[in-house]
């Protein structure tokens, strides 16, 4: 069974910087990152495979970093240049096999309870 619990948000000004934290027990193949702002679909931000290689939405490209510390059994979400548009509630989750589909939520049948990320103008 695959638990996991997030950390590290907050409230932010546009252009500042944030680091979600997501400890993880139990076995996993991806993990990855969703955001659900109110009143809109809960969208990939991004996953980290098995052997480290990464995919990120088009929308944080260049400015969240996905890693994964596997002493730590942590995986991390840095998010920089932060604009009003990223508030949003951010969720860890992970898949157990591979997908398909690897930013589409229905794909993962694991999921953290999520932590609020706000940005300010």
């Known amino acids: 069974q695959v638990q996991l619990v997030e950390s590290g948000g907050g409230s932010v000004q546009a252009g500042g910087s944030l680091r979600l934290s997501c400890t993880v027990s139990g076995y996993t193949y991806y993990m990855a990152w969703f955001r659900q702002a109110p009143g809109k679909a809960r969208e990939g931000v991004a996953v980290?495979?098995?052997?480290?290689?990464?995919e990120y939405a088009d929308f944080v490209k260049g400015r969240f970093s996905i890693s994964k510390d596997n002493a730590a059994n942590t995986l991390s979400l840095q998010m920089n240049a932060l604009k009003p548009e990223d508030t949003a509630m951010y969720y860890c989750?992970?898949?157990?096999?591979?997908?398909?589909?690897?930013?589409?939520?229905?794909?993962?049948?694991?999921w953290g309870q999520g932590t609020q990320v706000t940005v300010s103008s």
């Open positions: 989750a992970a898949v157990t096999s591979p997908i398909a589909w690897l930013l589409h939520p229905q794909e993962y049948n694991y």
């Open positions: 980290i495979l098995y052997n480290g290689n990464t």
